[in-house]
DNA sequence: TCAAGTATACTACCATGGTAGTATAAAAAG
DNA sequence: CTTTTTATACTACCATGGTAGTATACTTGA
């Protein structure tokens, strides 16, 4: 159970030229973007939120306070934070007095999440649909762009990244930024299961193949058939429990 | 929207027309077991939640670490991670080295929250009918006996909380029980409002003659009908802005 | 009278030490 | 060898002191 990953996503987060050896809460708030008021606590928020998105942290991880404290050098106090924060977010379980493990990835929730996905998703693709501006297209154009090319380069976690932000401009075109915070909150676990599988099981052609025809439909105003193209492109996600359990057992829990 | 912009709408209404004496959260600490297991952690959040829920701290008002520690004779560090917890939860905004403050009443995430509950919730109707074991039939039926009760009594706090039961409950059958979490956070803000409503804004009579028709409807494996009867019921809860920014101006914030 | 600068009293933020509870392994008893 | 007891090394939890940043009242200067 290492922590290089996590510092290594430190040093690309501050330009990765900050030795190992001198990050401190002053280098940290010294190379804040204007504006941004990056906190000990947002900052280890934000990196392990990530890290443990993107499996570098792997479910069932132990992290403690005085570990995770020491990495990132900055007290136990804003670490408990983090953890109070990542609890709600349902990625850390804490156990009083015994310690804090990343998550595993619930087979339950998966399937919760996917079904509220696609009700909600096929709502507002129907509100969506006619509704849009012109600002609003060209944003889901210039996506689709950078998803070609991602496809191209075989880059698939940018790709996954870029498939989270289509659907949620759509979201955001129709005022319902909540909603798709609280869709994305709940499909969480399957954002792991995805990052997971990312190579192997996704055929990202035909998500890009679809992505295009959403748009297509969006543009034109064709609100039924955007709603059914979105429902195949939501089913697409199939998640094999009895290969999962057996490919990766220590991962996944089924309650 | 800027810091400084909130702050001084709270300011001017802070200072306005909140009277800080009210502020007192004596009363609610005295319930607090001393043997009990739950951590000081959670015994506040818990009551700060339902303190800001019940509107027993108004929208708007200060929450200071030093204040809310002295009254919960607890130290200020977990006090700060309740605040981390109810800021996640939206119910404070935290305005770092200037305070900590009950979140106004948001109109814009009042619509959303109703609009997403309609869709969600005609969708679980829908699986839920005719597929009800006897057990959640009898628990539902024992949530309208109470409800009658309380109408009768006009405890209509109490009232408002075996709604939420009552549609958790029909949620949680069908093995929603997440998405019911999501629902009801998306409308926490709601449930504030309804709170602030209680006596005067609600026809409380059609509100439990609806749950009986939903109820019959599910026995009787109807849920075309139950969809329709959750679909007007839902859209029985009025927002009327102008009214409410008239009555109450200093609670809301419309953005 | 009024604007600009200063002093003071706040705030949330972070570091650190101590504590009760828990798991593990060694030692003792059977 | 097995079970029980004890010792030790952890854990998250909480209390407390100090700090940088902010707002406000006060003083100053025109």
């Known amino acids: 159970m290492t922590f290089r990953k996590v510092l290594d996503?430190?040093?690309?987060?501050?330009?990765?030229?900050?030795?190992?050896?001198?990050?401190?809460?002053q280098d940290l708030t010294a190379?804040?973007?204007p504006g941004s008021r990056a906190s000990a606590r947002e900052f280890v928020y934000s990196?392990?939120?990530?890290?443990?998105?993107h499996l570098d942290l792997k479910?069932?991880?132990?992290?403690?306070?005085?570990?995770?404290?020491?990495?990132?050098?900055?007290?136990?106090?804003?670490?408990?934070?983090?953890?109070?924060?990542?609890?709600q977010d349902g990625l850390v379980e804490i156990y009083p007095q015994r310690g804090t493990y990343v998550s595993l990835i619930n087979l339950r929730a998966l399937e919760e999440g996917r079904w509220v996905r696609?009700?909600?998703?096929?709502?507002?693709?129907?509100?969506?649909?006619g509704r849009l501006t012109?600002?609003?297209?060209?944003?889901?154009?210039?996506?689709?762009?950078?998803?070609?090319?991602?496809?191209?380069?075989?880059?698939y976690l940018e790709m996954l990244g870029l498939d989270d932000e289509f659907h949620g401009t759509i979201f955001r075109a129709c005022g319902k930024e909540r909603t798709y915070e609280m869709v994305k909150q709940l499909n969480i676990d399957l954002y792991r299961l995805r990052v997971l599988r990312l190579s192997h099981d996704f055929r990202w052609d035909q998500i890009l193949n679809q992505h295009r025809q959403i748009l297509q439909a969006l543009?034109?105003?064709?609100?039924?058939?955007?709603?059914?193209?979105?429902?195949?492109?939501l089913r697409m996600v199939i998640v094999e429990k009895d290969q999962l359990l057996a490919d990766y057992p220590e991962y996944f829990v089924d309650l």
Chains 1, 2 share one sequence.
């Open 9 to 25: 996503i430190i040093k690309v987060y501050y330009h990765g030229s900050i030795d190992r050896e001198a990050i401190t809460i």
């Open 31 to 33: 190379r804040r973007v």
């Open 47 to 53: 990196t392990l939120r990530q890290s443990i998105l």
């Open 59 to 87: 479910p069932g991880t132990k992290m403690s306070e005085q570990e995770i404290s020491e990495q990132f050098k900055v007290s136990r106090t804003p670490v408990r934070e983090v953890f109070v924060h990542l609890n």
């Open 118 to 129: 696609e009700i909600v998703e096929k709502a507002v693709i129907e509100e969506a649909a």
């Open 134 to 155: 012109e600002e609003d297209l060209h944003k889901l154009e210039s996506n689709l762009a950078a998803q070609e090319v991602c496809y191209r380069n075989k880059n």
């Open 219 to 233: 543009r034109e105003g064709k609100g039924e058939e955007a709603k059914r193209i979105m429902g195949e492109h």
